[in-house]
């Protein structure tokens, strides 16, 4: 190979690169974590509301956009298309069906700042638990990828550090409760102990879709409380 040749190659291994690790270098650069050692909510106050709900919605754009990743590669990897039209026909049941969410574009248009920033973190919180149930069960599948095992990972942390964001948001735009964060939505998720193989796929399969289609909403409700800021009166 020449010079030339083993440059360029070089140089496509390293935009691979760059592109993969997108997500985590701009997480770097836009922290988010308001909790210091102690546990207690103080640096997320001292920043402005404007910047603190900027941070959050592109907190919540990455761990959509992650989870997508992930929900794709673990379809690639497991579930064969026959098995994804089972799921969707036998209509498995998302964990947060049960929440008081608003679902249709015209209840989301209805509903005041103060039910949508209660409505993303009732998600955030409702999916705590669950996502660390999946970190554990992919860790005891020896044929998941790492790059999988990575990305779960990543948004089980960030999807902390998006609840502590939330926590001091619904403080600052509704002087309302104190920065602590109390995770309601424990209790909604209900696991076997050793499912069987199948099963167990299945099931992890099922809480990516769905955490899926909650980040989405997350990120949907954040980006109309921002447009709600700037222009009332045309946000769709």
């Known amino acids: 190979m020449t010079t030339d040749k083993m440059h360029m190659v070089t140089g496509m291994q390293r935009c691979v690169w760059a592109i993969l690790l997108l997500p985590y270098l701009l997480t770097v650069s836009l922290p988010l974590d308001c909790r210091e050692e102690q546990g207690s909510l103080s640096r997320c106050p001292s920043i402005s509301q ?13 761990i959509y956009r992650v989870s997508e990743e992930s929900c794709s590669l673990f379809e690639e990897m497991f579930i064969p298309f026959p098995l994804q039209l089972q799921r969707n ?3 498995y049941a998302c964990i947060t069906k049960a929440l008081p969410i608003p679902s249709s ?15 993303v973190l009732m ?11 999946l970190q554990t069960s992919l860790d005891h599948n020896d044929a998941a990828p790492e790059m999988l095992l990575n990305k779960t990972k990543w948004v089980s942390e ?7 964001g ?22 909604l998720f209900q696991y076997d102990v050793q499912p069987e193989m199948l099963e167990s796929m299945m099931r992890d399969y099922t809480l990516l879709s769905c955490f899926k289609k909650d980040a989405h909403k997350m990120e949907t409700f954040l980006k109309l409380l921002k447009c709600r800021q ?7």
């Open 50 to 62: 404007e910047k603190l709900l900027d941070r959050v919605i592109q907190h919540a754009e990455l």
């Open 89 to 91: 026909q036998a209509g």
């Open 105 to 119: 574009k015209g209840e989301i248009q209805q509903i005041s700042n103060k039910w949508l920033l209660h409505s």
């Open 123 to 133: 998600l955030v919180q409702s999916w705590i638990e669950p996502l660390v149930y």
């Open 158 to 164: 960030k999807l902390i550090s998006l609840e502590q």
């Open 166 to 187: 939330v926590v001091v948001l619904i403080k600052k735009m509704l002087d309302e409760g104190t920065l602590t964060a109390t995770r309601s939505g424990q209790g």
């Open 230 to 236: 700037t222009d009332l009166y045309n946000c769709a």
